[in-house]
């Protein structure tokens, strides 16, 4: 994004109510990010304590060692003691260096030996030394979550599972499995994505032109996305719409003033279409 877009819509949005940022590493917007909660704070609107942040452990820095490292790169970065929530942001291993897509002369991705279980014991460190306030995972399977779950002398569970959900990616079973574990799914692409042919399976139809989606909506005087996040947070799915449009930051907002009927969950469940936008095909 263009230099301060990210920090003007996190001021916005934290202006509008929004308190759970979602962020990265690989994102490059981090200084932008740590600069608007700061900004805000200083301004007394929010308290470091209302904010919810999330960071993530990239790729190239699985290897047990790097990883407290790593995060205290992003706490330098957003100018903060901690965060919120630190997670793990793949289950594969990137070669670790300067490349964040490191790649080999073919082009191929130069993947790494990494143990996931001592990943996660240098997360569990992060936790204990009050870096992260907690810790979780992203792009996790059901295997995956249970290899970290069935860890001989597992300290702390992952809180959380970020994974792309929503109408047409509904995810039952990890949804349900997640629940019987207490590890709450939080949905990216929430709205379906911005169809970015680089990196979106754009063979999927897109979602906010549902008419499914949009007749609800009507209903409720709603727009498509609305109903879409709606839908999630009614069933317990954290959503992390991303909208750099001020109109939009808002309008994703707007959901807590009405509710589904179960019978329409049930309708906007069964648009299901286990297809992702988001393939990550490394
Ligand atoms: P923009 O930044 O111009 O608002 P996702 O959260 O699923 O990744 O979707 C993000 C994409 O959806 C972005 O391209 C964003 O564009 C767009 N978007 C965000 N909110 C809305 C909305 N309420 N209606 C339509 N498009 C939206």
């Not at 190239?60 to 942001?89: F, N, S």
């Not at 992390?240 to 994703?252: D, L, Y």
Request: glycine share 6%.
């Amino acid at each position: 994004t263009p230099k301060g877009t990210c920090l003007e819509s996190v001021k916005i949005a934290i202006d509008t109510g929004y308190r759970h940022i979602d962020g990265a590493f690989v994102y490059f917007n981090e200084h932008e990010v740590g600069q608007a909660i700061r900004e805000k704070i200083a301004e007394g609107r929010i308290k470091r304590e209302d904010i919810f942040y999330c960071g993530k452990l990239w790729n190239t820095c699985h290897p047990p060692e790097l990883v407290r490292p790593t995060l205290e790169k992003t706490l330098k970065i957003l100018k903060l003691d901690y965060v919120d929530l630190y997670i793990i942001e793949l289950p594969m291993a990137f070669k670790p260096g300067d490349a964040i897509y490191p790649r080999d002369e073919n082009g191929k991705f130069i993947y790494h030996e990494t143990d996931l279980c001592a990943t996660w014991e240098a997360m569990e460190a992060c936790k204990d030394a009050g870096l992260a306030k907690s810790i979780g995972v992203s792009n996790f399977n059901r295997r995956q979550l249970e290899m970290i779950l069935n860890k001989p002398g597992l300290k702390h569970k992952p809180v959380s599972n970020q994974v792309e959900c929503h109408p047409y990616f509904t995810q039952p079973k990890l949804l349900e499995f997640c629940r019987q574990h207490d590890i709450v799914i939080v949905g990216y692409s929430p709205l379906g994505t911005s169809r970015d042919e680089t990196w979106v399976n754009v063979s999927s139809p897109p979602l906010l032109k549902d008419s499914v989606l949009n007749a609800i909506g009507k209903k409720y005087n709603k727009t498509a996305a609305q109903i879409a996040l709606r839908f999630n947070i009614q069933r317990g799915v954290v959503v992390i719409p991303k909208s750099f449009n001020p109109q939009r930051i808002r309008e994703n907002f707007q959901i807590f003033d009405f509710s589904l009927t179960e019978k329409e969950m049930k309708e906007i469940e069964a648009l299901n279409k286990n297809v992702r936008y988001v393939e990550l095909l490394m």
